[in-house]
C-alpha cells in the first residue's frame, strides 16, 4: 500500500479505581493443580504450582495464612512486567508450550510504561495500526483504532481488550514489585523476592519490564522545599493534574516534553518551558483514521507485517534508495516539504544516508531548523529553540502536534538552562543563575534512566552471587540483548544490545518473545535444563554493537539517553543494536539454527 494511497485514507488532520495488590493465594486455580481453568477450544495447558513451607517436611501451609517469606511459589517461569512484552510472553509460554507462569507487575494493571505514563500529551510517535500485535489475526481484525497516533487511554484499552481475550490476567499478580531474584546453583532455579516479602521460584526468570520505565527525577537541590506539587510525567498521578490558574515550570524538552508543553500551555495561567538542549521535531499530522482507511489496512494486514518484519526499524515502509547529495538543491527541498507534509516518523525515510552521512544529515537538520524559524514568531526565542549541537535524528526523533507553535502564546516563556543552569528549587518557585521562577507546579519531564535501569533496580545476581550492577560497571554486556553471561536461564527481553528502542516496539517485542519461546521449546524437547550465554560471545556481540552503531551518527549526540547522557554517573555506552532490525533478526536465526551457538546449554 503506497504511502501517498494510506496517506488519502487518513481523513482530516489535525495541522480505577486502581485494583488492589493480588498475590498467588486470590486463585484458586493457582493452588489446585488438580482444578485448572476450563481450556478454550484447542488450547492445550499443564500447570505446575506448588506451595512449600521451609519447616517441617510434609507440612502444608493454611491456604488462608497471610503472605510469608516463609512460602515459596514455584513456576517453570516468572516474568517480570505486563507492558507489550509480557503479555505476549505469558501467551506464548502458557498457552503454545503448556508452562505453568505468573507474571509480576508493579502497577494495578497491565499496560507497562502506558500504564505510568499518562501525562497530558502522552501518544505513540508509531502509527497505531502497527503499534499492536501482530501473533493473532483475529485481534488485527477486530480492533478498531480511531487515530493515526493513539494515545495513552486508547493504547490502553487495547491492551486491555488483548489481555481480557486471552485470559491473561488469571495468571498475572498486580501490585507486585520485584526488589531481589537470585539464581540457585543447586537447584537451578531461580528465587524471587518482592517487596512485601513474598517468594517465587522458577526455572526461566524472563524480565519484560521495559526500556523506558524506570524514571530520571534529577537531584536538584531544595525540591523537598517547594510548596507547591511537582510530578514526573513517567509516575502521573492517575487522577489526573488540574492545571488551571497555576504557574507551571516544565523541565525537559525530549519526546514528553514536546508533546506535553502545548497541552499543558492551554490550562495553565502560565508555562515556563526549561529548556537545557533544543530538539528538533517533526509534525504527526495527527487525525481520526476513517472507516475506509481502517477497512484497506485489514486488507493488508499480512503485508504489512512482513514489511515490518523486514525493515531497519520495525516500520511498514521503505527508505528511499537516493543520497540527499545526489538530489539538485531544487528536488531536495521539495521532497522535504513532501514528507513534511506527510509528517511523522516518515520523514526520515526521504533519503537513505540521512544517518550514515554528516553532510546528508545537514541538509534535513537544516530544512528543520527552518521550518522552526517559520513557526516561532519571535526570533530570539526561535533561535533558542533551533538545535545545533546534534544532528537530526542522532537522538531520539520527537513528532509534535503544535509544540513550536506554542512558543507564540502570551502565557509561554523559555528558559535557556544551558546558558543558565539550574541551581536549586525554593520554597516559592526554581532558581537557575539568572534568578527565580515563581511556579505553584513543577512537571520533571527529564525521561528515563533508560535500558539499564529497570534491570539493575531488581538487584539481579547470578552465578556465585554475582550482581548484575557489577557486571554492568563500564554498561551493559550482553549476547544479542537476549542473555548476561554468568546468569542462567536469565533472559531479557529487548535488553540492551537489542534494536528495541531504535524501532517500532511491538515488531522488536515480538520478534524476542518468539526466540525465546523456541529457545523454551528446544531445551525442553532435548531434556536440557540450563541455557546461558559464553562469556567470549558477549563480547564479541558488544564488539558489534558498537561497530553497527559507528557506522552510523547516532553516538555523535552526546546529550543522548541511548548513550546514558541524561543520568548522572552512567556509563556513555551505545546501548541499542543500530544494524536494523531485519538483520538482527536473521542473526538470531542463525543462532538458533546453529544449535544455540554462543550459549552453553546443558542439564
Same mark, same amino acid.
Given at each position: 500500500? *503506497?504511502?501517498?494511497?494510506?496517506?488519502?485514507?487518513?481523513?482530516?488532520?489535525?495541522?480505577?479505581?486502581?485494583?488492589? *495488590?493480588?498475590?498467588?493465594?486470590?486463585?484458586?486455580?493457582?493452588?489446585?493443580?488438580?482444578?485448572?481453568?476450563?481450556?478454550?477450544?484447542?488450547?492445550?495447558?499443564?500447570?505446575?504450582?506448588?506451595?512449600?513451607?521451609?519447616?517441617?517436611?510434609?507440612?502444608?501451609?493454611?491456604?488462608?495464612?497471610?503472605?510469608?517469606?516463609?512460602?515459596?511459589? +514455584?513456576?517453570?517461569?516468572?516474568?517480570?512486567?505486563?507492558?507489550?512484552?509480557?503479555?505476549?510472553?505469558?501467551?506464548?509460554?502458557?498457552?503454545?508450550?503448556?508452562?505453568?507462569?505468573?507474571?509480576?507487575?508493579?502497577?494495578?494493571?497491565?499496560?507497562?510504561?502506558?500504564?505510568?505514563?499518562?501525562?497530558?500529551?502522552?501518544?505513540?510517535?508509531?502509527?497505531?495500526?502497527?503499534?499492536?500485535?501482530?501473533?493473532? =489475526? +483475529?485481534?488485527?481484525?477486530?480492533?478498531?483504532?480511531?487515530?493515526?497516533?493513539?494515545?495513552?487511554?486508547?493504547?490502553?484499552?487495547?491492551?486491555?481488550?488483548?489481555?481480557?481475550?486471552?485470559?491473561? =490476567?488469571?495468571?498475572?499478580?498486580?501490585?507486585?514489585?520485584?526488589?531481589? &531474584?537470585?539464581?540457585?546453583?543447586?537447584?537451578?532455579?531461580?528465587?524471587?523476592?518482592?517487596?512485601?516479602?513474598?517468594?517465587?521460584?522458577?526455572?526461566?526468570?524472563?524480565?519484560?519490564?521495559?526500556?523506558?520505565?524506570?524514571?530520571?527525577?534529577?537531584?536538584?537541590?531544595?525540591?523537598?522545599?517547594?510548596?507547591?506539587?511537582?510530578?514526573?510525567?513517567?509516575?502521573?498521578?492517575?487522577?489526573?493534574?488540574?492545571?488551571?490558574?497555576?504557574?507551571?515550570?516544565?523541565?525537559?524538552?525530549?519526546?514528553?516534553?514536546?508533546?506535553?508543553?502545548?497541552?499543558?500551555?492551554?490550562?495553565?495561567?502560565?508555562?515556563?518551558?526549561?529548556?537545557?538542549? &533544543?530538539?528538533?521535531?517533526?509534525?504527526?499530522?495527527?487525525?481520526?483514521?476513517?472507516?475506509?482507511?481502517?477497512?484497506?489496512?485489514?486488507?493488508?494486514?499480512? *503485508?504489512?507485517?512482513? =514489511?515490518?518484519?523486514?525493515?531497519?526499524?520495525?516500520?511498514?515502509?521503505?527508505?528511499?534508495?537516493?543520497?540527499?547529495?545526489?538530489?539538485?538543491?531544487?528536488?531536495?527541498?521539495?521532497?522535504? +516539504?513532501?514528507?513534511?507534509?506527510?509528517?511523522?516518523?516518515?520523514?526520515?525515510?526521504?533519503?537513505?544516508?540521512?544517518?550514515?552521512?554528516?553532510?546528508?544529515?545537514?541538509?534535513?537538520?537544516?530544512?528543520?531548523?527552518?521550518?522552526?524559524?517559520?513557526?516561532?514568531?519571535?526570533?530570539?526565542?526561535?533561535?533558542?529553540?533551533?538545535?545545533?549541537?546534534?544532528?537530526?535524528?542522532?537522538?531520539?526523533?520527537?513528532?509534535?502536534?503544535?509544540?513550536?507553535?506554542?512558543?507564540?502564546?502570551?502565557?509561554?516563556?523559555?528558559?535557556?538552562?544551558?546558558?543558565?543552569?539550574?541551581?536549586?528549587?525554593?520554597?516559592?518557585?526554581?532558581?537557575?543563575?539568572?534568578?527565580?521562577?515563581?511556579?505553584?507546579?513543577?512537571?520533571?519531564?527529564?525521561?528515563?534512566?533508560?535500558?539499564?535501569?529497570?534491570?539493575?533496580?531488581?538487584?539481579?545476581?547470578?552465578?556465585?552471587?554475582?550482581?548484575?550492577?557489577?557486571?554492568?560497571?563500564?554498561?551493559?554486556?550482553?549476547?544479542?540483548?537476549?542473555?548476561?553471561?554468568?546468569?542462567?536461564?536469565?533472559?531479557?527481553?529487548?535488553?540492551?544490545?537489542?534494536?528495541?528502542?531504535?524501532?517500532?516496539?511491538?515488531?522488536?517485542?515480538?520478534?524476542?518473545?518468539?526466540?525465546?519461546?523456541?529457545?523454551?521449546?528446544?531445551?525442553?524437547?532435548?531434556?536440557?535444563?540450563?541455557?546461558?550465554?559464553?562469556?567470549? *560471545?558477549?563480547?564479541?556481540?558488544?564488539?558489534?554493537?558498537?561497530?553497527?552503531?559507528?557506522?552510523?551518527?547516532?553516538?555523535?549526540?552526546?546529550?543522548?539517553?541511548?548513550?546514558?547522557?541524561?543520568?548522572?554517573?552512567?556509563?556513555?555506552?551505545?546501548?541499542?543494536?543500530?544494524?536494523?532490525?531485519?538483520?538482527?533478526?536473521?542473526?538470531?536465526?542463525?543462532?538458533?539454527?546453529?544449535?544455540?551457538?554462543?550459549?552453553?546449554?546443558?542439564?
Amino acid at each position: 500500500m *503506497a504511502i501517498t494511497e494510506l496517506m488519502r485514507l487518513w481523513g482530516q488532520h489535525a495541522a480505577k479505581k486502581a485494583q488492589p *495488590a493480588r498475590t498467588a493465594l486470590d486463585h484458586a486455580d493457582a493452588i489446585d493443580s488438580t482444578s485448572p481453568p476450563a481450556n478454550r477450544p484447542g488450547e492445550t495447558r499443564r500447570k505446575r504450582l506448588t506451595w512449600r513451607q521451609r519447616g517441617p517436611e510434609g507440612t502444608m501451609p493454611d491456604m488462608q495464612a497471610p503472605k510469608t517469606p516463609e512460602y515459596t511459589a +514455584e513456576y517453570d517461569a516468572i516474568i517480570v512486567g505486563a507492558g507489550f512484552s509480557g503479555l505476549y510472553q505469558l501467551h506464548a509460554l502458557r498457552d503454545r508450550l503448556g508452562l505453568s507462569v505468573r507474571v509480576l507487575e508493579a502497577g494495578d494493571g497491565v499496560g507497562g510504561t502506558w500504564y505510568w505514563n499518562r501525562y497530558p500529551g502522552a501518544r505513540c510517535d508509531s502509527e497505531s495500526y502497527y503499534y499492536s500485535y501482530s501473533f493473532s =489475526k +483475529e485481534l488485527e481484525q477486530e480492533w478498531e483504532w480511531s487515530e493515526r497516533y493513539p494515545e495513552q487511554p486508547e493504547i490502553m484499552r487495547y491492551l486491555n481488550h488483548a489481555a481480557e481475550r486471552f485470559g491473561l =490476567k488469571r495468571d498475572i499478580q498486580f501490585g507486585t514489585r520485584v526488589t531481589h &531474584a537470585a539464581f540457585d546453583e543447586a537447584a537451578g532455579r531461580w528465587q524471587v523476592a518482592t517487596e512485601a516479602g513474598e517468594r517465587f521460584s522458577a526455572q526461566f526468570l524472563i524480565t519484560a519490564v521495559g526500556c523506558l520505565s524506570s524514571t530520571n527525577v534529577p537531584k536538584i537541590p531544595g525540591l523537598e522545599s517547594f510548596a507547591g506539587e511537582w510530578h514526573h510525567t513517567g509516575r502521573w498521578p492517575h487522577g489526573g493534574v488540574d492545571f488551571r490558574g497555576k504557574r507551571v515550570g516544565l523541565v525537559g524538552t525530549g519526546s514528553t516534553g514536546i508533546q506535553a508543553t502545548p497541552v499543558i500551555a492551554r490550562d495553565a495561567r502560565h508555562l515556563t518551558v526549561f529548556q537545557r538542549t &533544543a530538539n528538533y521535531s517533526i509534525p504527526a499530522r495527527n487525525g481520526p483514521m476513517s472507516a475506509e482507511a481502517r477497512a484497506e489496512i485489514k486488507r493488508n494486514y499480512a *503485508a504489512i507485517r512482513e =514489511k515490518s518484519r523486514g525493515s531497519t526499524n520495525g516500520h511498514p515502509w521503505d527508505i528511499s534508495a537516493a543520497s540527499a547529495l545526489d538530489a539538485g538543491p531544487e528536488e531536495r527541498m521539495a521532497l522535504y +516539504e513532501d514528507a513534511w507534509k506527510v509528517g511523522g516518523l516518515r520523514f526520515r525515510a526521504a533519503f537513505k544516508d540521512l544517518l550514515s552521512h554528516p553532510e546528508a544529515n545537514e541538509t534535513a537538520s537544516e530544512f528543520i531548523r527552518g521550518k522552526i524559524r517559520e513557526v516561532v514568531h519571535d526570533p530570539a526565542t526561535a533561535e533558542l529553540l533551533t538545535p545545533r549541537d546534534h544532528g537530526f535524528a542522532t537522538k531520539r526523533p520527537p513528532i509534535d502536534t503544535e509544540y513550536f507553535e506554542t512558543f507564540n502564546r502570551d502565557n509561554v516563556s523559555l528558559v535557556d538552562v544551558r546558558a543558565h543552569p539550574i541551581e536549586a528549587i525554593s520554597r516559592d518557585g526554581l532558581r537557575t543563575t539568572e534568578g527565580e521562577h515563581k511556579l505553584d507546579m513543577i512537571v520533571f519531564a527529564t525521561g528515563f534512566d533508560a535500558m539499564t535501569g529497570p534491570l539493575l533496580a531488581m538487584d539481579i545476581r547470578g552465578r556465585g552471587g554475582a550482581a548484575l550492577a557489577e557486571a554492568w560497571t563500564a554498561g551493559p554486556r550482553t549476547y544479542l540483548g537476549l542473555q548476561v553471561a554468568g546468569f542462567p536461564n536469565l533472559l531479557t527481553i529487548t535488553g540492551p544490545g537489542s534494536p528495541s528502542v531504535l524501532c517500532n516496539m511491538p515488531t522488536a517485542i515480538e520478534q524476542h518473545v518468539d526466540w525465546i519461546t523456541d529457545c523454551i521449546r528446544h531445551l525442553r524437547d532435548h531434556r536440557l535444563a540450563r541455557i546461558e550465554a559464553r562469556a567470549e *560471545a558477549a563480547e564479541r556481540w558488544v564488539a558489534q554493537v558498537n561497530e553497527a552503531a559507528h557506522a552510523t551518527l547516532l553516538p555523535t549526540a552526546a546529550s543522548s539517553w541511548y548513550l546514558g547522557a541524561n543520568v548522572p554517573g552512567k556509563p556513555r555506552v551505545f546501548m541499542p543494536y543500530a544494524g536494523g532490525l531485519a538483520r538482527y533478526a536473521g542473526i538470531c536465526r542463525e543462532v538458533a539454527a546453529n544449535g544455540y551457538e554462543g550459549f552453553v546449554l546443558g542439564r
